[in-house]
């Protein structure tokens, strides 16, 4: 998957990005619940390898149920 906001790598110049998923141990953890995690995605150049992003797809599943923002 191209990512929208990067049109080049800003370490070689390359024009591809490919998406990456770290996830198991690799995951994010919210601060006060080590059970509430979400898998780490990476924006990798295709060209040099370099991680030009790191992200995860779903934030609010990090914050307690009541904070999440209410779905309609």
């Keep these: 998957m191209r990512d929208k906001y990067v049109m080049n790598c800003p370490y070689c ?6 998406e ?3 996830s ?3 995951e ?6 080590v059970f509430r995690s979400v898998s780490l ?3 990798v150049c295709r060209n040099c390898g370099s991680v030009i992003r790191s992200y995860v797809k779903e934030p609010e599943k990090l914050l307690k149920r ?3 923002k209410s779905e309609f």
């Design 20 to 22: 990456a998923c770290q």
């Design 41 to 43: 995605y990476h924006s």
């Design 66 to 68: 009541k904070d999440r």
């Design 24 to 26: 198991g141990y690799g």
């Design 13 to 18: 110049g390359g024009m591809e990005v490919i």
């Design 28 to 33: 994010v953890a919210a601060v006060d619940h």
